[in-house]
């Protein structure tokens, strides 16, 4: 492909240098999303109280629930990751 690779984070930071007039949401791995905060909140000028999250991880990703506990299935719908810049 032609199109860019990398870590989504970087790319958005390099795209809008001055987050400081922007709104974040991210969504995702907590990894991902811990990331994305550190990278806008250090580099890119957004102020701590704009940057917004819900952090996930999928049943792949967490410990297996013992058989017969009362807690409900998680979700078995893959990951997805979203970043989005509001003004």
């Known amino acids: 492909g032609t199109g860019r690779t990398g870590f989504l984070h970087e790319t958005v930071a390099a795209d809008y240098p ?3 007039g922007y709104e974040v949401y ?16 250090r580099n890119n ?6 940057f917004f999250s819900d952090a996930f991880i ?6 297996p629930v013992a058989s017969g506990s009362d807690q409900p299935d998680a979700p078995q719908e893959d990951a997805t990751t979203a970043t989005r810049m509001e003004r």
Do not use: I, Q, Y
Request: hydrophobic share 35%; net charge positive; charged share 30%.
């Open 18 to 20: 001055d987050m400081s």
């Open 26 to 41: 991210a969504c995702g791995n907590p990894l991902m999303v811990d990331a994305a905060r550190h990278t806008f909140l």
């Open 45 to 50: 000028r957004l102020p701590a109280e704009h």
């Open 58 to 63: 999928t049943r792949k990703e967490s410990k």
